[in-house]
């Protein structure tokens, strides 16, 4: 009969149990040596047993601290071996930054690895505690932060859990010393070199532990969290109504006038949405936001502003959230053939049930040409010279990216037969015989039937 494993204390199974779900198997705990990650290894190794799984401990080795970040090492080499579990050591020395931030980089490689170890599946499981918590609020507070930016970390994000927020540090030691179990001290913790430890140290340090100033930031802490998730809530919900579509060169998004939304709600959007895709491994500072945000409510069509690696152009109903440029289209349509591509999709050919433009061309083409619109296009109008699709376009409030993407058909001399969806169906030609084969297109770049 195998020995009975002691259980997590009530606070942390408590936790455990409220944040991962029963069929999330793949653990990673990141273990400095310290006592907070140690107090979560033993915690974790706990409910992990109960439920029949075997977390993977990653410990990072930046080589900092010369000996001790070996000694660091041996430690938690000889936790893994007793308590029987996996372990993956990452050596990854931070080279100091130009003018940068050395803990920055050396936190940024931890992270690296322990997304490495997890997977695109698994949980990362880290130490921090409510002490950590008062210092994420108070820092945040001190730079002038967002009060949205000022809540400190949550419990569960995304694949990251921090069951220990709850949790006083002082009362992690005891438990650990009631245990018998030692830990290794961080002798750099004891100096105010960097931002953490200034705050931990001079700041906090002055507050009495347990007292007003504590409860105070806690209580801080708390609301301003409760005002991000329901300010994420909201922002989803506008992100909603925007009605997001993508388009070859990045997505498109309503701009009603009749929607009204507090400025605050439209830069969580903004936040959120650049997030999904990608646009910025950090977020930017408020006040970028803000001014994108300005713009989108009071800006002009036509309005370019930046926004991370991409920008924003504002037309008239929608912007246009622009990541790459358009690329070129040039194809040959004869009758009985179908295309498609990023573009939408047409034929010479009995259209479908639905299209969103129709044109019967002349009896007397045998092709015609199907590419981007280009500066100078003017519409072919018998002898005399038609309008420019730019000035269509412009009397319509298209923006630069709009007019990139707009196709025309031209005949074979390179005269602009028509523009789908730009084109009024008055100049969209008309049936000539029964047998004629019209040309459709679905999915038009700016259909005039929308």
């Given at each position: 009969m195998?020995?009975?494993r002691?259980?997590?204390?009530?606070?942390?199974?408590?936790?455990l149990?409220?944040l991962?779900a029963?069929?999330e198997?793949?653990?990673?705990?990141a273990v400095?040596?310290?006592?907070?990650?140690?107090?979560?290894?033993?915690?974790c190794?706990?409910?992990?047993?109960?439920?029949g799984i075997?977390?993977?401990l990653v410990?990072?080795?930046?080589?900092?601290?010369?000996?001790?970040s070996d000694?660091?090492?041996?430690?938690?080499?000889s936790?893994?071996?007793q308590l029987?579990?996996?372990?993956r050591?990452v050596?990854?020395?931070?080279?100091t930054p130009?003018?940068g931030n050395?803990?920055?980089m050396?936190?940024?490689?931890r992270r690296?690895?322990l997304?490495?170890?997890?997977g695109?599946?698994?949980?990362?499981?880290?130490g921090?505690?409510?002490?950590d918590?008062r210092e994420?609020?108070?820092a945040?507070?001190?730079?002038?932060?967002?009060?949205?930016?000022c809540?400190?970390?949550a419990?569960?994000q995304g694949?990251?859990i921090?069951?220990l927020l709850g949790l006083?540090?002082?009362?992690?030691r005891?438990?650990?010393?009631r245990?018998?179990?030692?830990w290794?001290?961080?002798?750099?913790?004891?100096?105010?070199?960097c931002?953490r430890n200034h705050?931990?140290?001079?700041?906090?340090a002055?507050?009495?532990?347990?007292?007003?100033?504590?409860r105070l930031l806690?209580?801080m802490g708390?609301?301003?969290r409760l005002?991000?998730?329901?300010?994420?809530?909201?922002s989803?919900?506008l992100?909603?109504?925007?009605?997001?579509q993508p388009?070859p060169?990045?997505v498109?998004l309503?701009?009603?006038?009749?929607?009204?939304y507090h400025?605050?709600?439209?830069?969580?959007?903004?936040?959120?949405?650049c997030?999904?895709?990608?646009l910025?491994?950090r977020d930017p500072s408020?006040?970028s936001?803000?001014?994108?945000a300005?713009?989108?409510?009071n800006?002009?069509?036509?309005t370019?502003v930046?926004?991370?690696r991409?920008w924003?152009?504002?037309?008239?109903?929608?912007?246009?959230l622009v990541?790459?440029e358009?690329?070129p289209?040039r194809?040959?349509l004869e009758?009985?053939?179908?295309l498609?591509?990023?573009w939408?999709?047409?034929?010479?050919?009995?259209?479908?049930?639905?299209?969103d433009?129709?044109w019967?061309p002349?009896?007397?083409?045998?092709?015609?040409i199907?590419r981007?619109?280009?500066?100078g296009d003017?519409?072919?109008r018998g002898?005399?010279?038609?309008?420019?699709?730019?000035d269509l376009m412009?009397?319509?409030g298209?923006?630069?990216?709009?007019?990139a993407l707009q196709?025309?058909?031209?005949?074979?001399?390179?005269?602009?037969?028509?523009s789908?969806?730009?084109v009024?169906?008055l100049?969209?030609?008309s049936r000539e015989?029964?047998?004629q084969l019209p040309i459709w297109?679905?999915?038009?770049p700016?259909?005039?039937t929308?």
């Amino acid at each position: 009969m195998s020995p009975r494993r002691p259980a997590a204390d009530p606070p942390v199974a408590v936790a455990l149990r409220r944040l991962v779900a029963t069929h999330e198997r793949r653990w990673v705990l990141a273990v400095s040596g310290g006592a907070d990650s140690l107090f979560l290894l033993h915690q974790c190794a706990a409910e992990a047993a109960r439920r029949g799984i075997r977390p993977l401990l990653v410990h990072v080795n930046h080589g900092l601290r010369g000996d001790d970040s070996d000694r660091d090492e041996a430690f938690v080499r000889s936790q893994a071996r007793q308590l029987r579990l996996p372990l993956r050591v990452v050596c990854a020395r931070p080279e100091t930054p130009l003018g940068g931030n050395l803990h920055d980089m050396a936190r940024r490689l931890r992270r690296t690895a322990l997304e490495e170890a997890a997977g695109p599946t698994g949980l990362i499981f880290l130490g921090h505690h409510s002490g950590d918590q008062r210092e994420s609020v108070l820092a945040a507070l001190l730079k002038g932060k967002s009060p949205l930016a000022c809540g400190g970390m949550a419990e569960r994000q995304g694949r990251w859990i921090r069951p220990l927020l709850g949790l006083e540090g002082a009362w992690m030691r005891q438990r650990l010393a009631r245990a018998g179990l030692s830990w290794r001290e961080d002798s750099s913790n004891s100096r105010p070199w960097c931002e953490r430890n200034h705050l931990r140290l001079e700041l906090l340090a002055a507050l009495e532990a347990g007292g007003e100033g504590h409860r105070l930031l806690d209580r801080m802490g708390a609301l301003l969290r409760l005002l991000a998730f329901d300010s994420e809530i909201s922002s989803g919900k506008l992100l909603d109504q925007l009605d997001l579509q993508p388009n070859p060169c990045g997505v498109s998004l309503e701009r009603p006038r009749h929607l009204s939304y507090h400025e605050a709600t439209l830069v969580e959007a903004l936040r959120l949405l650049c997030r999904r895709l990608g646009l910025w491994s950090r977020d930017p500072s408020q006040r970028s936001l803000e001014r994108v945000a300005h713009h989108w409510l009071n800006g002009r069509p036509g309005t370019r502003v930046p926004l991370g690696r991409a920008w924003l152009e504002l037309g008239r109903t929608k912007a246009w959230l622009v990541l790459k440029e358009c690329t070129p289209v040039r194809l040959r349509l004869e009758p009985g053939m179908q295309l498609g591509g990023s573009w939408g999709s047409c034929g010479w050919s009995e259209p479908p049930s639905q299209v969103d433009w129709l044109w019967w061309p002349s009896a007397s083409l045998d092709a015609v040409i199907l590419r981007r619109w280009e500066a100078g296009d003017r519409l072919a109008r018998g002898r005399g010279r038609g309008p420019l699709l730019a000035d269509l376009m412009g009397d319509l409030g298209f923006t630069p990216t709009e007019k990139a993407l707009q196709v025309v058909l031209t005949n074979s001399v390179g005269e602009v037969l028509t523009s789908p969806g730009l084109v009024t169906p008055l100049d969209a030609g008309s049936r000539e015989t029964e047998r004629q084969l019209p040309i459709w297109m679905k999915s038009c770049p700016y259909p005039l039937t929308r």
